[in-house]
C-alpha cells in the first residue's frame, strides 16, 4: 500500500504524540519521528544526512550563545546570593499584597526584555532568580513558574527581539518600526497578567499568601540599599545595549561576566558556586538544544512532507476574507506552536501567509506582531513549549513539567484577551510606530 | 510524475526569488517540466544545500561557494578572487566562462558531490555603508567594519577594523554603534532593515562576489531527464541569470539609491586615489587565492586563477562594448526600463557561453 | 559490578566531557567579554571570535553534557500519563524507552563519526572577518558526546531490566 506524503506527516504526528505521551523524553521523540518520517518519504540516506549535518549546524550558531550565557548569568545570581537581596526589597514593598511577588517577576521580566531579543533568554535569566525565592515565601510553585515563563515570552514583543528581525527580514519591512510596534502590545501583556496575577490571589490567597510586613516607609526605603547588586546587574546589560557596547547576543556573556564580577567583589564567589552555576548553565543548555535541535529536525520533515501546500489548500478561500484569514493564520500558528520552535513557525507560514496579508492589503507591521505574539504562545503550549522547558531545568526535578504547564494555563487566558485585543484593535500596534517620521 | 524541489533558504521576496527562480519556475512549467520552488530555508540552511541537494532532499539549490570551500576548492579561488573585478557584471560573465568552459576542475568539485552547475550569478559592487559621514578612503581609517574574508582585506587595506558579526545582529549594532560601518552593494539598504542607521555610502563600486551557484542540479534528477527536457532547462538558463543579476540586483540598487536619496544619505562615488590602492590590493589578492587553495590541495589553483583574470579583462571589454552600462545608467528605478539592458546580457551569456557547450553532454 | 550505570567507569568520563563542557562554557564568557572590551576600548576586536563561539564553544556546550544530563535529572519529558503505573511496568517501560534512545543515540554517533572523517579529510575551513578558520576538529565533538550518552543509555537499560525481574509485586 502506498502512503501520500501527507499520510505519512499525519501519522508521524500521532506517533510523535503516543511516544511523548509514553514519556520518551521530548527531544528523542521529535528526533526519531521527524528521522523516521524523512526517511519514508526520502529514503534512509537523505534521514542520515539530516543527522550528519543539522545537530551540528544548529548548535555551531553565534546567536544562540545568549542562551547558555543567560542561564549562567541567572545560574550566578541566584547561587552567589545575589537576587536574594532583590527578593528582600520586593518583599518589602510588595509581599503585603497578593501575589505581590508574582506581580514584581512580572514586571521584572518586561524590563529584562527590554535587554534581551529573546524569549528563552529572559526566562532563563529570571527563572532561577525569581521561582526559588518566591518557592521560600511560600507561593504556589504552578503560579511562579506559570509567572517566569509567560513573562519570559515578554523577551520578544518588547524591542529588542531576534523575533521581530527575522521576520522583518522575510517580511522587507523596518525592523525599527517592528520594534516600536512591540512596545505597548509587550506593555498591555505585561498589564493584563499582572492583572489576572492579583485577581487569582485575591480569589485564593494560599496561591501568593501576602505577607505580613511590619515596616516603616524609611526601613523599606533602607532595604533598597541592598539591592544595587542586582541594580548593578541590569542596568549594566540594558546601558551596555543602549550605549552600543554590546549586541543584543553579547549582552548574554557580559551579563554573565557582570554577575560573575559582582558576587566577587560582594565576597560571595567561590569554586562551589562556580562550579554549580557553571553546571546547571550547562545541563540546561543541552536539555533545551536536544530539544530545540528536534524541533528543527521535525520543521525540515514537514517541509520535505509538503505542509506549504497543505496550509495553502487549508486557508483556501479563506484567503479572500481578512478576518477569517486571521483566523486562519492563527489556528495554523496555534498547531504549528505547540510542536515547534520559533524559527521552524517562522519557516513554514511565513512564505505561505505573507503574500496572502499583502494581497488582501493587510498591514505587515500589524501581522508581524500577531505573529511574534503566536510564536510567543507556541513557546507555552503543550507538547514542545521551550520556555516551560528552560523554567523546568532551572527548578529541576521536584516539580514536574505538567504542574508548570497547569500554571501557565491562566498566562494562556490572559493570551488569548490579548490576541483579540491586537486583532480588533491594530492602533495598539501601530499607534507608535505611526508616530516615526 | 511528481514535481522537482528547488529548495534554498532567501525570504521569498528575495530578488533571487522573484526575478531569477519564480519566473523560471513559470517559464519551465509552461514547457512541460514541473519545479517546486520552496523559499526561506524550510529544506536546509545556506550551510545544508551543498548536502541537501548531493542526497536529493532537493532536487537543486543555491550555492554559496564560501560555505563549501573545501569541497568546491577549485570553484571557490572565482569567489575568492572577489576583489579584483569592478562588478557583478563583468565579474558573473568572467566566471562563468572560467568554471564552464575552461576549469574542469571546477565542474568537477560539483560533480564529486552529485551536483551539476547549470546557471551562476555574481553579486557586488560593494561600498562601506556608514553610520557616520563617510565620504573619502581617509575616512575610513580606524572605522570597525562588518566583513567577511576577502572584504576584510579590503577593509584591512583601507586601514579599518574588519569585524565578524551575524547578519542577524547587524541592524542593531549599526544603530547603536558597535560598528561603523557594513561592507556590502547598496543594495543592502533594501534588503537589510539597517536604511534607518545609515548617514552616508562611500560607494567605490569595487569587487563582486561571482561564482555563486545560482542553479545546482542533483546529478541523478538531471540524469533522468531526456535530451529534450535538458536542453529546455539549458535554454533557460542565460534568461534566468540575466534577470537575477540585472533586474534582481541592478534594481535593487538603483531602488536602493532612491532609499538613500529618500532618507538623506549622501552617497560618494569614490575618486582616483582609492582606484590606485585598489590596483594595488588586486595583486596580492590573486597570491592570497591560489595560496589558500593549495593549502586545501587544490590542483593548478595558479592556472585557475590565472584565466580568471583573463577572463576578467575580456569581460570587461565584453560588456563596455555591448552598450550594457549605457542602458544601465539610463533606467530608472521601474524594472521595464531595464528590459533592454537585460535582453543584451543574456545575449552575451548564449553568445559567449550557453551555446558553446552541448547540455546533453554535461 | 559490571553492567551498572552508576560505576565509575561510565560516571567518569561521562563526568569530564561535562567538565570539557564546563570550561568551554566559560571560556565562552570570557571571549566575548574580551572581544567586546577590545572592541569598544581600543578599537581592537579579536580575530575570529564569532567563529571560535560558534564553531567550537557552542558546539562543546551542547553536546558535551548530553550524558551527564541523562544521568542527572534526565532529559525533558512528560510524565503526566505513566506516574500511574505500576513499578514493575513502570521499569519495563523504562528499559524499552532507553531501548529505542539508546538505537537512536548509537546511529546518531556512528552517522556524525562518519561526517566527522568527511570534515576532516577535507580539512573543513570557514570565512572569518579576514581569514579562515579550521572547524574540522569540532565536528568530532557530536559522536564523541553522542557515543558516551549512548553507553550510558546501554547500561541503564540493562539496570532497568532488571529491576523489572526482580520486582516481584507492584
Ligand atoms: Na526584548
Ligand atoms: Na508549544
Known sequence: MEFTDLQIAFSAMGILLVLIALRLPVGFALFIVAVGGVAALKGWDVAAGMIRNEPFDFAAHWSFSAIPMFLLMGAVAHNSGISNSLFYAARCWFGGLPGGLAVATNFACAGFAAASGSSTATAAALGKISVPEMSKAGYDIGLSSGTVASAGTLGAMIPPSIAFVLYGIFAEVSISKLFIAGVLPGLLTAGIYALMIIARCKVNPSLGPPLEIKMSFMEKVIALKDVWPLLVLIVAIIGGLYGGLVTPTEAGAFGAFVAVVISFLQGRMNLRVLKDSVLEALAGTAKIFWVAIGAVMLTRFLAMAGAEDFLKDLVGSWAAEPLLLVLAASLIYIVLGMFLDPLGVLLLSLPLLLPMFEALDLNLIWFGVLVVKYIEIGLLTPPVGLNVYVIKSVVGPEVSLETIFKGVGWFLVCEVLVVLLLVFFPQISLFLPSMMQ | ?362 | MLLNPNSKYIQGPTNALALVGGVAIILLMLHVVADVMGRELFRFPLEGTLEIVSFYYMVAVTFFPLAYVCHNEGHISVELFTKNLPRRGNHRLEAILLLISFIFTLWFATETWSRALESYAEGEMWETADDMISVWPSRFILPIATLMMAIYLFFRMFHEARLSMSTKTD
Open chain 2, 1 to 362: 510524475d511528481k514535481a522537482y524541489v528547488y529548495g534554498q533558504w532567501l525570504p521569498p521576496k528575495h530578488n533571487v526569488n522573484l526575478w531569477g527562480l519564480k519566473p523560471l519556475v513559470k517559464e519551465l512549467g509552461d514547457k512541460g517540466i514541473k519545479w517546486k520552488l520552496v523559499t526561506g530555508g524550510q529544506l536546509f540552511k545556506a550551510k545544508g544545500t551543498l548536502k541537501g541537494v548531493g542526497n536529493r532532499t532537493a532536487e537543486a539549490g543555491l550555492v554559496v561557494p564560501s560555505y563549501h570551500r573545501t569541497q568546491l576548492k577549485h570553484a571557490f579561488i572565482i569567489s575568492d578572487l572577489l576583489m579584483i573585478g569592478r562588478n557583478e557584471l563583468i565579474m558573473n560573465g568572467a566566471a562563468h566562462e572560467t568554471m564552464m568552459l575552461e576549469c574542469p576542475e571546477c565542474m568537477n568539485d560539483y560533480k564529486r558531490q552529485g551536483l551539476i552547475y547549470l546557471a551562476g550569478y555574481g553579486v557586488g559592487g560593494y561600498s562601506m555603508l556608514c553610520r557616520t559621514m563617510v565620504t573619502k578612503y581617509t575616512d575610513i581609517k580606524g572605522l570597525k567594519i562588518r566583513t567577511t574574508g576577502a572584504l576584510g582585506r579590503w577593509a584591512k587595506k583601507l586601514q579599518g577594523i574588519p569585524v565578524s558579526m551575524s547578519m542577524s545582529d547587524t541592524p542593531e549594532a549599526i544603530k547603536r554603534g558597535n560598528i561603523d560601518c557594513i561592507a556590502g552593494p547598496v543594495a543592502w539598504l533594501k534588503s537589510y532593515p539597517i536604511v534607518d542607521s545609515i548617514k552616508s555610502v562611500l560607494n567605490y563600486g569595487l569587487g563582486s562576489y561571482s561564482g555563486l551557484g545560482l542553479f545546482v542540479m542533483n546529478r541523478k534528477a538531471w540524469d533522468a531527464y531526456s535530451d529534450k527536457q535538458k536542453r529546455t532547462m539549458w535554454d533557460a538558463m542565460p534568461g534566468t541569470i540575466a534577470r537575477t543579476v540585472i533586474d534582481g540586483y541592478v534594481g535593487d540598487d538603483l531602488i536602493s539609491r532612491q532609499m538613500a536619496k529618500k532618507q538623506g544619505i549622501k552617497i560618494t562615488k569614490t575618486g582616483a586615489k582609492m582606484l590606485d590602492i585598489w590596483n594595488e590590493h588586486k595583486k596580492g589578492e590573486v597570491a592570497l587565492a591560489v595560496k589558500n587553495a593549495s593549502k586545501m590541495k587544490a590542483k593548478n589553483p595558479q592556472s585557475i586563477a590565472d584565466k580568471f583574470v583573463a577572463n576578467v579583462k575580456k569581460w570587461e571589454k565584453i560588456i563596455a562594448d555591448a552598450g550594457l552600462e549605457n542602458a544601465i545608467a539610463n533606467a530608472t528605478p521601474e524594472r521595464s526600463s531595464l528590459a533592454k539592458a537585460s535582453a543584451i546580457y543574456k545575449g552575451l551569456m548564449i553568445k559567449h557561453i550557453y551555446s558553446k557547450i552541448d547540455p546533453t553532454k554535461l
